[in-house]
């Protein structure tokens, strides 16, 4: 075999195998992505469920865990969400590390590597949750604990209202992106028809602006567990929403966050099919 020859099959054997990377890590992404709507799609569902007083479980992760549980396959079904929860880590983590690119720079990579590192994390909870039953305390409790443990680090009242702060402010640029309609640049939009595009836009819209409002209210909780030294006052997902019942108009704002959340999930859904990845 000539030189030239044996160049062009060793080039072709990289291509072959950079494509085959390239899938198994975009299906990576796409069950990462769908098992983040199907954890917003319950969370949403029980937050309804409390806003009308008929909810019994924590509307948060563990309590969307919990009512996956009590389905028929519940076990099975929640091993398959932390095999989803560990590929999107799989797949943030390779676009922080692997992807090449002028747009790939610094700040993207840090980020993807943080959202890597929150994937695996969920992952591991998730799978904690799944082979012990769901023992363990809620993500409210969880909250004043690590509250509560920081508060008394040196600097640990900076630290936790910094810590609020980073969330309202992630909140914020959460429901401004969504608000922008960002996330349409992620999408491949030239798939879809005109009445799936304007479907896929209301739900990130709406889906997004709902998760910013959430995350930037766990946020203020913690700013003001930080001001008043008392940890008691943070709260977490679940509690957060139940706030949202004590506003002047009553249940209903938490109903229209809830919807918003579910629209999220279905968003997430819609990322899984289309996202460029």
């Known amino acids: 075999m000539s030189t030239r020859a044996h160049g062009r099959g ?21 069950a990462g992505f769908a098992a983040r709507g199907v954890v917003y799609v319950l969370i949403g569902a029980l937050a309804i469920q409390m806003a009308l007083g008929s909810g019994g479980k924590s509307a948060d992760r563990q309590g969307a865990l919990a009512k996956i ?17 560990g590929s999107m880590a799989l797949w943030r983590a390779s676009r922080a590390v692997l992807t090449r690119g002028p747009e790939r720079k610094t700040p993207s990579r840090l980020l993807d590597g943080g959202r890597a590192l929150f994937y695996g994390f969920i992952c591991w909870a998730t799978a904690t949750y ?17 509250t509560a443990s920081v508060l008394k680090l040196a600097y640990g009242q900076f630290l936790v ?33 005109s009445r799936t595009k304007q479907i896929v836009t209301g739900l990130g819209v709406g889906g997004g602006v709902a998760r910013g409002i959430v995350f930037a209210a766990a946020g203020i909780f913690i700013l003001i567990a930080a001001i008043q030294f008392d940890a008691d006052e943070a709260k977490g997902v679940d509690a957060t929403l139940r706030s949202f019942t004590q506003t002047p108009i009553g249940p209903w704002l938490l109903v229209a ?7 999220f999930g279905v968003f997430s859904f819609a ?3 289309w996202r460029r990845l």
């Open 130 to 146: 799944a082979a012990g039953g769901g023992q363990g305390s809620s993500g409210n409790a969880k909250s004043k604990d690590w």
């Open 10 to 30: 060793r080039t072709k054997a990289s291509s072959v195998r950079r494509t085959a990377e390239h899938e198994t890590l975009s299906a990576a992404g796409r």
């Open 271 to 273: 990322s899984a099919r």
């Open 257 to 263: 966050v809830a919807i918003g959340l579910i629209l």
């Open 161 to 193: 209202a910094a810590g609020g702060c980073l969330l309202i402010g992630i909140g914020a640029v959460l429901a401004t992106r969504a608000a922008m309609r960002k996330f349409l640049r992620q999408l491949e939009t030239t798939a879809m028809t």
């Open 69 to 85: 549980a009590e389905q028929p396959f519940g076990k099975i079904m929640l091993w398959v969400l932390v095999v989803g929860f």
